[in-house]
């Protein structure tokens, strides 16, 4: 049989086009590391989670110097900052993600081990 005869193959089935479309998306967020817990934690997923995955921050070994501008920069960029949660939030990124801190290395996936 010939797949052109096949009259279920020319319509498109709405939820397989649904599926297909989040599935990137799912699999992005599955693999995301969390914040690590602190009163900031909450925060930070409002402020910093909105635009990126928490993956790039948990990979950043910084001293507060860079943090202090990194902050600043992303609240000039647009992120939910209050003023009064400048400092808290440095001093969160700087005790959790210091430059002293060993390198972060991601975990492997079966999916990454593929070729």
């Known amino acids: ?55 790039i921050i948990v990979q950043q070994r910084l001293g507060k110097a860079a943090w202090t501008k990194e902050v600043d920069k992303m609240t000039k960029w647009g992120a939910l900052v209050d003023s009064g949660d400048r400092d808290a939030f440095i001093e969160y990124l700087n005790t959790n993600f210091p430059a002293e801190k060993e390198p972060y290395v991601a975990t492997r996936t079966a999916l990454a081990t593929k070729k």
């Not at 319509?11 to 995301?32: D, E, G, K």
């Open 1 to 55: 049989m010939s797949l052109t005869g096949c009259k279920s193959m020319s319509r498109v089935n709405p939820l397989l086009v649904l599926l297909l479309s989040i599935t990137p998306f799912a699999a992005s967020s599955a693999q995301s590391r969390d914040l690590p817990p602190g009163p900031l934690q909450a925060k930070m997923k409002t402020a910093c989670l909105e635009c990126h995955d928490s993956g």
